[in-house]
Every structure is written in C-alpha cells, then in structure tokens.
C-alpha cells in the first residue's frame, strides 16, 4: 500500500464548477499537509500549507484535512480554465531534521469554458 | 526573496553520454537541496537530497549520483545515460527553522532530459 494516494483522474468540470481533489494517507506521523499546482512543463507551486485538522481558506482554495480519517481534499470554488493544472498533495512526517515530503501522483485538472 | 536556478530546460541527450544537471539558491542559506524526478504519468521520485555541503543522500539506486559542492549550489550527474534516465528532473529547496517549523519546498522550473 502506498503511504499517499491520489486519484490521477483526468477530472474535466465546467467553468464555476465546484471541483473537489482528494489524498488519503496510511501514516498517521504525517503532521504536515500541502498542496501543489503544475502547469503543464512547469515545476510544482506551493499552494495550500496546513499542520492541523480542519479548514484553511485563501481566495478561492480550501484545504481541507481530516487526521481521523487520514483524508485530505482541496476545494476550488468558481473554478476557472487557468486553474487547468495537475494538482498534487504532499505530506511530511513533523520531526525536526526529517525534512523529506511523500507526494501523491497527482491528479490532472481541466477547467472547461 | 528567495530564487532556484535550474538549467537547462530541455536536454535531449544519446544513450552512453554523460550528463549534468545544475541547480543555485539564491536568498537563502544552508538550505536543504532536493532532485527529483518525475516520469510521464507518475508521481515525484525522490531522488537525491542534501542538508549541507558535501552531504548526500540517496533515495534509489541507479546511475545518477549527486553532489553538493557549495552550500547553495546542487549537481546531479551520470556518467553514462540509459534510455530509462530519461523525463522531467526537478531541483527543490526548503528550510526549517531552528523550531523546526517548515515553510515546504519551492521548486526549479525544471529540466527536460529525453535519452535517445
């Protein structure tokens, strides 16, 4: 089983779409939690950065995390086509010194106008 | 601010040829420096990471081997490339504070590298 999974899709939704991504993880050391966006040929950003259950809001993204049920999901509310990206999560085991982050393989967004 | 450096973009390179792959910081000290590398539909493998000067660690075997040689400087190398080294190798950075609070991984534009 792998520590980290996402569904790779393809995921298509329409233009104000409400999309919702999704990670599940097997470790429950992870304490850390983010996610990434990547356009197509380009390197991951950083998203959404969260370390506790619950909801985090910034414009239009909500990262959501649910450390009892090892679930994690981004929202994306009033979805647009420049939001088209592969989108990863990420997680850290949170010891000092242990500075290595396990990805999901990503699951590839299109926005369609 | 903080920038990563990754040259070059698009590498096409022959089967037996060597290679190297280099990766600055500029805005930050003693970072932690990371390769990875990510093939056509699959995830980030982690490759190699590094959190100093001359120290190396090596997540897989393979034909590819890492250095280090100034604090914001990252090398990955190959002597002799296989078909199977090609796709996209990313250089990261991130740092921790003396808490251990970390800010995640900022992430070269990365480099194209097709073995033919």
């Known amino acids: 089983q792998k520590e980290v999974e996402q569904d790779p899709g393809p995921l298509s939704v329409p233009e104000g779409a409400i999309v919702s991504l999704n990670c599940t993880y097997s470790n429950s050391a992870f304490q850390y939690f983010m996610w990434y966006r990547q356009y197509s040929r380009k390197g991951p950003e950083l998203l959404m950065y969260t370390y506790s259950s619950g909801n985090k809001e910034d414009g239009r993204f909500t990262a959501q995390v649910d450390k009892s049920s090892k679930y994690i999901s981004l929202f994306i509310r009033d979805s647009q086509p420049s939001d088209s990206a592969t989108y990863l999560c990420a997680m850290r085991i949170s010891n000092f010194g242990n500075e290595k982050l396990t990805f999901g393989t990503g699951t590839r967004l299109t926005i369609i106008p | 601010s903080q920038t990563i450096h990754q040259w070059p973009a698009t590498l096409v390179q022959p089967v037996g040829s060597p290679l190297s792959l280099e990766c600055t910081v500029e805005g930050t000290s003693n970072p932690n420096l990371y390769w990875y590398r990510q093939a056509a539909g699959r995830g980030l493998q982690l490759l190699f990471y590094?959190?100093?000067?001359?120290?190396i660690s090596s997540e897989v075997p393979q034909n590819l081997s890492a250095s280090r040689p100034q604090d914001r400087q990252f090398i990955l190398s190959s002597k002799k490339l296989l078909l199977s080294d090609s796709g996209f190798y990313l250089c990261a950075w991130s740092v921790s504070t003396s808490t251990g609070y970390f800010y995640g991984y900022t992430f070269g534009s990365g480099t194209r590298l097709t073995v033919v």
């Open positions: 590094s959190v100093g000067i001359g120290q």
